[in-house]
Nanobody, 120 residues
Framework: QVQVVESGGGLVQAGGFLRLSCAAS????????MGWYRQAPGKQRELVAA???????NYADSVKGRFTISRDNAKNTVYLQMNSLKPEDTAVYYC??????????????WGQGTQVTVSS
């Protein structure tokens, strides 16, 4: 059993910042990639940023230069520092973890989501 729990969402004014956290716990052998996705009302879920176990990152073009993803492997935790927030960043943000239960058994796990609202 694995749990993935996000925290840190909220309401902020345009130009402000928020820091999201996501912690994975339970039956974990190792974690490969961890990522943040978001889904705005009426839109499809989209990748915001991802980081692999070696620390390589990739970002959506819309957040490059404003968001930073990082992880603490010892804590099975990934973070998303969001600066210079815009109203169009408003969405539910989800964390995904690519978790190995053994050398050969892996599954993707999603958190429950955390709301980020940016007011203009």
């Amino acid at each position: 059993q694995v749990q993935v729990v996000e925290s840190g969402g909220g309401l902020v004014q345009a130009g402000g910042f928020l820091r999201l956290s996501c912690a994975a716990s339970g039956s974990i052998f190792s974690i490969n990639a961890m990522g943040w996705y978001r889904q705005a009302p009426g839109k499809q879920r989209e990748l915001v940023a991802a980081i692999n176990s070696g620390g390589s990152t990739n970002y959506a073009d819309s957040v490059k230069g404003r968001f930073t993803i990082s992880r603490d492997n010892a804590k099975n935790t990934v973070y998303l520092q969001m600066n210079s927030l815009k109203p169009e960043d408003t969405a539910v943000y989800y964390c995904k973890a690519d978790i190995y239960h053994s050398y050969w058994r892996r599954m993707d796990y999603w958190g429950q989501g955390t709301q980020v609202t940016v007011s203009s």
